[in-house]
Nanobody, 123 residues
Framework: QVQLVESGGGLVQPGGSLRLSCAAS????????LLWFRQAPGKEREGVLC????????YHIRSVKGRFTVARDRAKNTVYLQMNGLKSEDTAVYYC????????????????WGQGTLVNVSS
């Protein structure tokens, strides 16, 4: 059974940092592109960035470039989203997902979704 489980969300002050984890089971994280999405209160879910199979990063939201980065730990079969310089507009539920393909596909019909983890940026 393929599964993604996120963790690491919480309350953080503006300017702070958080690292989200996305642990995979049933497949290896370096077989497929892994994506992060977010859904802010009252808004549609949107793609944030993608980690390709060769560790390349593409950003779907321009405002996070330079603040967010992503990396995989192959030994732990886990992908990490490092978020620095957090802003109130980053408040959202964050999801990792994969279409079980090698391309960065940002459609909402991903094959596998994690359950989401809430990031609340507030003073």
């Amino acid at each position: 059974q393929v599964q993604l489980v996120e963790s690491g969300g919480g309350l953080v002050q503006p300017g702070g940092s958080l690292r989200l984890s996305c642990a995979a089971s049933g497949f290896s994280t370096d077989e497929y592109a892994l994506l992060w999405f977010r859904q802010a209160p009252g808004k549609e879910r949107e793609g944030v960035l993608c980690l390709s199979t060769n560790d390349g990063i593409t950003y779907h939201i321009r405002s996070v470039k330079g603040r967010f980065t992503v990396a995989r730990d192959r030994a732990k079969n886990t992908v990490y989203l490092q978020m620095n310089g957090l802003k109130s507009e980053d408040t959202a539920v964050y999801y990792c997902a994969t279409d079980l393909g090698r391309s960065c596909y940002y459609g909402l019909d991903q094959e596998v979704w994690g359950q989401g983890t809430l990031v609340n940026v507030s003073s």
